[in-house]
C-alpha cells in the first residue's frame, strides 16, 4: 500500500495484490471522499484509466483543487459508505 495523495477533500492509495507466481499482477487503487464518507476499489481498465488521466495531470503542474476536481470523477462511483471499526 503506497499513499499517493492525500487532501482535506480526498485520499488516493495504491495497493498491489499478492498473487500466485505464475498469474497476471494485480493492483488498483482506493480513493476515499472524506467529505461524503465514502470509498471505491478500483483495478482493471477503470484503474489504468485512473491512472493515465493522473499522468497526464501530473504533467501539466496542477494545484491541490485541479487534483481533487480530477478524483470528483470518480465520486459517483461510490457506493460504499466509509466505516470505522
Request: aromatic share 8%.
Amino acid at each position: 500500500m503506497h499513499m499517493l495523495y492525500n487532501s482535506d477533500s480526498f485520499t488516493v492509495v495504491a495497493m498491489d495484490i499478492p498473487v500466485a507466481a505464475d498469474a497476471p499482477a494485480r493492483g488498483g487503487f482506493e480513493i476515499v471522499d472524506k467529505l461524503a464518507r465514502k470509498d471505491i476499489f478500483i483495478e482493471g481498465e477503470m484503474a489504468d484509466s485512473f491512472k493515465s488521466g493522473a499522468i497526464e495531470l501530473m504533467a501539466t503542474q496542477p494545484s491541490e483543487e485541479d487534483i481533487d476536481d480530477y478524483i470528483s470523477r470518480f465520486t459517483s462511483l461510490m457506493p460504499q459508505p466509509l466505516v470505522l471499526h
